[in-house]
């Protein structure tokens, strides 16, 4: 399901400059057909009074020319990530040294895969996409509850089967480290 979500100049520009992502990127990433952020950025888009820091920046592409815009307007070049067996490719980008933010991306085919990917993490919270100024979530649950979820930091752990096909063999491995860094963020998972 998708949805409108309302994002304003400045508070983009503070959440940026706050986070030390590359000027322009993330107002840029924002309208970008075909670019979806979720994750921890998505949730401080959601929830940009948060203190939560965030630590990398995830996104699907569809297109690998994403990553060659991505380093040639803002700095961040890519390097292929060897995962254990999977058919999804992964890349890691970096813009310069030092402190600046990991962009950890998927490279996936369709709208469809992507939204699969999306709608199969293990967390409630996790279960939402942006892409081009629309927000995009599972619509087994109410955004307006996810977003407060979100606000509250509130995690809960989704019952039933999930298609891991797009995820690397070691996925709960990943979900478990995933799940305690957002405990010690101050997040309550709840199974």
């Not at 970096?94 to 999306?118: F, M, P, T």
């Not at 892409?131 to 979530?137: D, E, G, K, V």
């Not at 619509?139 to 995820?167: E, H, S, W, Y």
Request: with cysteine; glycine share 8%.
């Amino acid at each position: 399901m998708a949805s409108g979500l309302v994002t304003t100049g400045p508070d983009l520009a503070s959440l940026a400059a706050a986070e030390r992502l590359p000027q322009g990127l993330l107002h840029w990433m924002l309208g970008v057909h075909g670019l979806y952020i979720y994750g921890g950025l998505l949730k401080r888009i959601i929830d940009p009074a948060s203190t939560v820091p965030l630590g990398d920046v995830d996104v699907i592409a569809l297109d690998a020319k994403v990553m060659e815009v991505m380093t040639e307007r803002f700095g961040i070049v890519f390097r292929r990530v060897n995962t254990t067996i999977t058919r999804t490719p992964y890349f890691i980008g970096k813009a310069g040294h030092g402190d600046a933010k990991i962009v950890h991306l998927a490279l996936l085919r369709s709208h469809e895969q992507a939204l699969r990917y999306v709608m199969n993490n293990q967390l409630d919270i996790d279960r939402l996409a942006l892409s081009n100024h629309h927000i995009f979530y599972d619509p087994n649950f109410d955004l307006g509850a996810l977003c407060d979820a979100i606000r509250a930091k509130r995690a809960t752990r989704v019952q039933g089967t999930r298609d891991m096909t797009l995820f690397a063999k070691n996925r709960p491995q990943i979900e478990h480290h995933y799940e305690v860094r957002l405990r010690r963020k101050g997040y309550t998972v709840i199974d």
